[in-house]
């Protein structure tokens, strides 16, 4: 096999997984897949929480608190690809959103905004939630010491 051939395998490869990702994930969940936001540890975050599903992904929220407002989220996960998306919508969902409004999400909400999710992986949406709402928990505890 030359280099040409080889090369055009795995373009070939590439392109059948592209097709089985936009499939199952639809496209906002594909093209986040690809270009993943809001992930990454934030220092100094006024909240924060790691949870593990029961699938054994372990989810990361980081909060940044502006005017009583979530200005700011970031996330980290050692899991899959659906955990990743999941998360990734979780903290765009609750950027820039009051408290009531952030406790007030739910794992449905996730799925809502992606569109399109394996049922299988739907388990991933509600650790993203629950995590983002246990990191606020924990802002609005330390908030409660301080004061």
């Known amino acids: 096999m030359n280099d040409n051939d080889f090369d055009a395998l795995i373009d070939k490869i590439q392109g059948e997984v592209f097709d089985e990702a936009k499939e199952a994930l639809g496209n906002r969940g594909f093209e986040r897949w690809r270009n993943p936001k809001f992930c990454g540890r934030l220092e100094g975050a006024d909240g924060y929480a790691k949870l593990t599903g029961d699938c054994g992904d372990t ?51 996730v799925l809502s905004k992606i569109g399109r999710f394996p049922e299988a992986e739907e388990h991933c949406a509600h650790l993203a939630i629950r995590t983002l709402q246990e990191a606020l928990n924990s802002y609005l505890v330390k908030q409660t010491k301080v004061n």
């Open 59 to 109: 989810m990361e929220m980081y909060l940044m608190i502006h005017d009583e407002k979530v200005a700011k989220v970031g996330y980290f996960t050692d899991g899959c690809s659906s955990s990743s998306i999941a998360g990734s919508f979780a903290a765009e969902l609750a950027t820039g959103k009051e408290f009531t409004e952030v406790l007030d999400l739910r794992g449905t909400d």
